[in-house]
């Protein structure tokens, strides 16, 4: 996963390396990550808590005791399953950041290693590890293909010539999603008219009165024949009911407001994106400046030393103030710019997160539904079986001779025969 890293502040000198660069035995249940500054916290994958501290092999007692250590909410990796990154007590304005001073930056994973601009690479205002440089980092969800692993870069658009964010490829797949859901309820809604046509003509036939005059046990067979398609037309009306409450509209009213909470979080997210631009373009706006100021300042000094120029000492020291003023800007700009990253960092995170949950939310709903087509439509068969099985008795105890006995003894004019005529 190349997730971002934080801008280079110029003359940042690297912390040495620190009890979380080295390796540590963990109490069982409890993983360690890598914030995006490289800061590691812990997680217990049994009670879903979070912990900056380094947990000892007692229950309950963290292994560097003091106020840092809070109750958080069930988590992910570190942030709340709510949807709300968590935040340490020390640094409530911003989740998994290290105080002021702290020389981490955001993705690396080595904390005591320092980024550098040969090792980073920026694209479209965010900045990542560069790949030659870098080690492949930690996934925040190794062992499956999740959301918030490989979606934080942009890709190119194939319809044109522009980039289309990892988050909007995400959100495209979730809208797809729904209008699919949306799809398969009209899908529904159609297998339900056609249900409801064949009941209603089923039971109009019942009704025809073509051989209505046959008699005898044929004639009650043929009778019970006509009836079992009134029945047939009461099952697949009853089927058809039930596909409408139970398939059709829960499919239909699934995540009602859906797109309208996608389009909040789509704003949200490219709010951030812009912000996060904004802060790009002051860093590069104040790296400049402190070059001009840097080569003006580097100019006088030696205008001064070779006496080209009658700048006095007290022009170089307002040089000097000047670029260190420039300097001062520039590593402000950079704190600014990786907190606005770091930020972004977070609410991708929590957001992608949310929407994996909500597709396979929406995947196993559809599943459910599409279980209990099925099972009314086995519930149907057997329905329409038990109407023809009358039939079929009847139709078993159909007689001929039966039939023609009955008949003459009802319809019989005399046994008489004729004679020939005598002459």
């Known amino acids: 996963m190349r997730t971002p890293c934080g801008a280079e502040k110029p003359g940042m000198v690297p912390p040495p390396p620190g009890e979380e660069s080295q390796t540590v035995v963990l109490p069982p249940g409890w993983q360690s990550y890598l914030s995006p500054q490289g800061r590691r ?3 217990n994958t049994t009670t879903n808590e979070t912990t900056w501290e380094r ?26 399953a709510s949807g709300t990154p968590a935040h340490p ?4 304005h911003m989740s998994l950041r290290k105080p002021t001073g ?6 690396s994973s080595s904390p005591g290693k320092k980024q550098s601009k ?13 790949p030659d440089t870098m080690p492949e980092q930690q996934l925040l969800k190794p062992t499956e293909w999740s959301y918030c692993d490989y979606f934080w870069a942009d890709k190119k658009d194939p319809q044109g010539n522009g980039t289309v964010a990892g988050f909007e490829l995400l959100l495209q797949k979730q809208l797809k999603g729904k209008q699919m859901q949306k799809e398969m309820s009209e899908f529904i809604r159609e297998r339900i008219k056609i249900e409801e046509e064949y009941a209603k003509n089923l039971a109009k036939l019942s009704q025809n009165s073509l051989a209505a005059q046959e008699e005898g046990s044929l004639g009650e067979a043929w009778a019970q024949v006509k009836k079992s398609l009134a029945d047939e037309a009461e099952v697949h009306l009853k089927f058809s009911a039930k596909l409408h409450s139970e398939v059709e509209k829960p499919l239909m009213n699934f995540r ?24 790009y373009a002051s860093v590069e706006k104040a790296r400049k400046a402190l070059t001009e100021r840097q080569r003006d300042l580097e100019m006088k000094t030696q205008q001064l030393e070779i006496k080209l120029s009658n700048k006095t000492e007290e022009d170089i020291k307002k040089a000097r103030r000047k670029s260190t003023q420039a ?42 539904h599409l279980c209990q087509y099925t099972q009314l439509r086995h519930e149907t068969d057997m329905f329409n079986q ?31 025969r004729p004679v020939d005529m005598e002459i």
């Not at 009602?256 to 909470?261: P, R, V």
């Not at 023809?388 to 003459?408: F, N, S």
């Open 41 to 43: 916290y812990y997680v």
């Open 55 to 80: 947990p000892s092999s007692s229950p309950g007692i963290s292994a560097s005791p003091g106020p840092h250590r809070s109750s958080l909410p069930p988590t992910v990796n570190g942030y709340h």
């Open 89 to 92: 007590p020390e640094t409530a």
């Open 102 to 107: 702290d020389s981490q930056n955001l993705g």
């Open 118 to 130: 040969e090792n980073t690479i920026t694209i479209n205002c965010v900045t990542f590890p560069h």
């Open 256 to 279: 009602e407001n859906f797109k309208k909470d996608m389009k909040k979080c789509d704003h949200h997210i490219a709010d951030l994106r812009k912000q996060l631009a904004s802060r």
């Open 327 to 368: 300097g001062d800007d520039l590593m402000r700009c950079v704190d600014l710019y990786n907190q606005a990253q770091s930020k972004w960092f977070e609410e991708m995170v929590t957001t992608t997160l949310e929407l994996e949950r909500l597709e396979v939310e929406r995947v196993e709903m559809i599943r459910q």
């Open 386 to 416: 038990s109407t023809v099985e009358p039939v079929d008795q009847l139709l078993r105890k159909v007689d001929p001779a039966k039939d023609r006995e009955l008949w003459v003894r009802e319809h019989k004019t005399g046994n008489i």
